[in-house]
């Protein structure tokens, strides 16, 4: 894959003759001079082309370029030139294209804190802030290695809960599929021969019943699964859903601890990286997908803009409430980004054990569920057919 050279837009004169504006393509600003005096020309102003801002990538496409260049750095490799040999081994499309921006801003003499702060708009804010502090201090690799591990640790809880929940929710979905099979298709043709039999068991009756208003059923359904769609909307402005899921008994942990565990790891790492407090805050909040924290996160900006204390900006509802003395202790030895990484390991621990005992319980409440379900319709179906050939002389 040939990648074009930098563009460079100059302003120049032949001669005596009126200055003209145009463009070059060069490796560098010394070898387009350089090119544009060999054609004879003087040489008024020249200055790199700005380049469009790359594409916006998924979480994952994000997360695979971050480790490309993480390894990079790790080997000790020009940034630009192993970026350009990883853009060559891959498809045209928005990932090169990322590739490619942000390598035509290192090969055009762009500072590395620079190119991800003005360029790399594939990259959400919070990463692109954290990478930036990291070049200026001299610890690029280090802050990329942490960034690399809350974002995997996102990645990889999400999977986790997925793969917990996957395979009981094709069971439920299989069972409602033939549930309404059993309502739509079988009942109708049996309840003309169930007329004739008389007085009919209790649980017949409310299956036959059920069976009359499963168009209302199905409309309830629809209504549900419209509310939900409408409160993850809703969460991911106003945290509104976020608020309601984060206080289920069972779930909430499961909803609220992965958002906890990324607060803490963002903070920690940008306190390291000298960002004052607000600041820190402010992108902190940028990098959060839970709508409540990420409000909770503008809230303690804010606060801490008017000289609060950490400890004080996170005694809020929106966190556990075991998060601000286990700050309040970090504050107290000026170890803040210390007691946050221990908060979240504790919150990750907490998340393991919630996801093992959901591991542990769901498969049996599924099957119990289906037996239940599967009990009710064919024992409402098969009962009548049992008493008719009871009462039989």
């Known amino acids: 894959m040939k990648w074009?050279?930098?563009?460079?837009?100059?302003t120049a004169r032949e001669g005596q003759q009126p200055s003209q504006?145009?463009?070059?393509?060069?490796a560098d600003a010394q070898a387009a001079r350089a090119?544009?005096?060999?054609?004879?020309?003087t040489v008024l102003e020249l200055k790199a082309a700005t380049v469009a801002p790359g594409p916006f990538l998924t979480n994952d496409e994000a997360l695979e370029l971050l480790k490309q260049i993480g390894e990079i750095v790790k080997a000790g490799l020009p940034l630009a030139a192993g970026l350009r040999a990883i853009g060559a081994e891959m498809p045209s499309g928005k990932y090169a294209r990322a590739i490619d921006v942000l390598a035509r801003d290192l090969e055009n003499g762009a500072p590395l804190d620079a190119a991800l702060t003005e360029s790399a708009a594939w990259m959400p804010e919070h990463l692109r802030a954290m990478l930036a502090a990291g070049a200026r201090a001299g610890r690029l690799g280090e802050v990329l290695e942490e960034s690399l591990a809350i974002e995997q640790f996102k990645a990889d809880t999400k999977r986790r809960i997925r793969a917990?929940?996957?395979?009981?929710?094709?069971?439920?979905?299989?069972?409602?599929a033939w549930s309404l099979f059993v309502l739509l298709m079988l009942l109708p043709p049996m309840r003309q021969i169930y007329e004739d039999f008389g007085p009919l068991p209790q649980l017949t009756q409310f299956v036959l019943m059920l069976g009359g208003s499963i168009q209302w059923l199905l409309l309830g359904l629809s209504g549900i699964v419209i509310s939900v769609i409408l409160c993850f909307k809703l969460s991911a402005r106003f945290g509104l859903a976020s608020w309601v899921f984060a206080r289920l008994p069972v779930a909430g942990p499961l909803w609220r601890y992965p958002g906890v565990i990324s607060f803490c790891h963002l903070l920690a790492a940008l306190l390291d990286q000298s960002i004052p407090l607000p600041a820190a805050l402010q992108l902190t909040a940028d990098g959060l997908a839970d709508g409540e924290l990420r409000a909770a996160s503008l809230?303690?900006?804010?606060?801490?803009?008017?000289?609060k204390a950490l400890a004080q900006c996170v005694a809020t509802s929106a966190f556990p409430h075991t998060l601000r003395p286990i700050v309040h202790w970090g504050e107290q030895v000026s170890a803040p980004s210390e007691s946050l990484r221990s908060a979240a390991e504790l919150y990750r621990k907490a998340l393991d054990l919630r996801i093992?005992?959901?591991?542990?319980?769901?498969?049996?409440?599924?099957?119990?569920v289906v037996a239940l379900t599967a009990g009710i319709l064919v024992g409402a179906l098969l009962s009548p057919?049992?008493?008719?050939?009871?009462?039989?002389?």
Do not use: K
């Open 35 to 41: 090119e544009l005096e060999r054609r004879g020309l």
């Open 356 to 368: 093992e005992l959901l591991s542990v319980a769901i498969p049996p409440l599924t099957f119990a």
């Open 4 to 10: 074009p050279m930098p563009t460079f837009l100059y």
């Open 164 to 176: 917990v929940v996957a395979y009981p929710l094709l069971i439920v979905a299989a069972l409602l």
């Open 385 to 393: 057919l049992f008493s008719l050939v009871t009462d039989l002389p």
């Open 21 to 26: 504006p145009g463009q070059i393509e060069a």
């Open 299 to 307: 809230r303690a900006a804010r606060e801490a803009g008017q000289g």
